[in-house]
């Protein structure tokens, strides 16, 4: 009874759930994880609009900044033959519009935020099963849906900052620890090291939390089936990453699951 009351008030957006899952995770865990129903749809619009909301900020600092004249020059661009320098300089201008600075970051953002988490909860459910879980895709891809919250916080103190600064964040996640990277394999483990922080340790722990309710997996399993495929995600979306700064300087913000 209690199931189908909760699968009925899921029918408009369950705002009133968040708290539960923040403050208590546990219970939380263990009412969705008998309820083989898409429960998904609140936390991700969530995430959705707090990331919409980042890129936009992200986009008007960038873009008053090439307006007052600061643009990051590449390490070796003294070395640039003139034609190169000019070709370099009229590739920025390009790039100073509203496409660039907002609608494809946004794009990619939600792109970013939705394939990732069909992602991370098709990965998740593969690996319990395959250790003897006995959950559903519904229940895995609720329970990555959810944990995801961490990084509504992580993005909403992004905002603070961006707006109280007035700059972008040059080093986020841990990458501040090791000097900055230029190319090669430095970059792409840099490029991991800006993904994880203390959010993304965070949504690690809860993800746990409703593996070990939800598919019936020991605590040691738990733990290795959650920890294994945020890694092999990371992996994924670093290499993306790494991709995308050889290519250029487009910015996209981090998927939910980071």
Not at 78 to 94: D, G, L, R, V
Not at 182 to 209: K, R
């Amino acid at each position: 009874m209690s199931d189908q009351i909760a699968i009925q008030k899921y029918k408009s957006l369950t705002f009133a759930w968040v708290p539960d899952l923040l403050f208590r995770p546990r219970r939380f865990f263990q009412r969705i994880s008998t309820i083989n129903s898409a429960l998904w749809l609140t936390p991700l619009l969530i995430l959705s609009i707090a990331v919409i909301i980042n890129v936009l900020i992200v986009g008007r600092i960038k873009s008053q900044a090439l307006l007052m004249g600061e643009v990051t020059y590449p390490p070796d661009f003294q070395y640039y033959s003139p034609e190169q320098q000019a070709q370099y300089m009229q590739a920025i201008q390009s790039t100073q519009g509203p496409v660039f600075s907002y609608v494809l970051p946004s794009i990619t953002s939600l792109l970013g935020v939705w394939a990732g988490w069909l992602i991370l909860g098709g990965s998740l459910h593969l690996i319990t099963t395959l250790f003897g879980g006995r959950g559903s895709t519904a229940v895995s891809l609720n329970i990555v849906a959810w944990s995801s919250l961490p990084l509504v916080l992580r993005e909403i103190v992004q905002i603070i900052y961006l707006l109280y600064s007035d700059s972008l964040i040059k080093s986020p996640g841990i990458s501040g620890f090791m000097p900055i990277a230029e190319s090669g394999l430095s970059l792409y483990f840099s490029q991991i090291l800006t993904l994880v922080d203390i959010y993304l340790i965070w949504q690690v722990v809860l993800l746990i939390l409703g593996v070990r309710i939800s598919s019936g997996l020991n605590r040691g399993k738990s733990v290795f089936c959650g920890i294994l495929t945020v890694v092999f995600i990371l992996l994924i979306q670093s290499g993306f990453s790494y991709l995308v700064s050889l290519l250029g300087d487009l910015n996209i913000s981090r998927p939910f699951f980071f």
